[in-house]
């Protein structure tokens, strides 16, 4: 995988269609911050679940989920 120059307008071209929400969980998920914070979440939760003090903490809000998506095996907040 090539390097992300950050400065480059080149490294953003695939983000000018892109949806704020997509841009927004980007930014949210390569930031350390957050990455350490889940770490400990998880595995501090005894069912794995996301808590609802993380969901506020980071401003993160879900649509219900439908049964065929509880299905899928990971973690949609996983990094």
């Given at each position: 995988m090539p390097e992300f120059d950050w400065r480059s307008p080149d490294s953003f071209k695939s983000l000018e269609n892109a949806e704020i929400a997509h841009i927004?969980?980007?930014?949210?998920?390569?930031?350390?911050?957050?990455?350490?914070?889940?770490?400990?979440?998880?595995?501090?939760?005894?069912?794995?679940?996301?808590?609802?003090?993380?969901?506020?903490?980071?401003?993160?809000?879900?649509?219900?989920?439908?049964a065929k998506v509880l299905q899928r095996t990971g973690d949609l907040l996983d990094t």
């Amino acid at each position: 995988m090539p390097e992300f120059d950050w400065r480059s307008p080149d490294s953003f071209k695939s983000l000018e269609n892109a949806e704020i929400a997509h841009i927004a969980w980007e930014g949210l998920r390569m930031n350390v911050d957050y990455q350490r914070d889940y770490e400990t979440m998880i595995a501090n939760s005894p069912d794995g679940e996301v808590t609802e003090e993380f969901r506020r903490r980071w401003g993160i809000c879900f649509r219900p989920r439908s049964a065929k998506v509880l299905q899928r095996t990971g973690d949609l907040l996983d990094t």
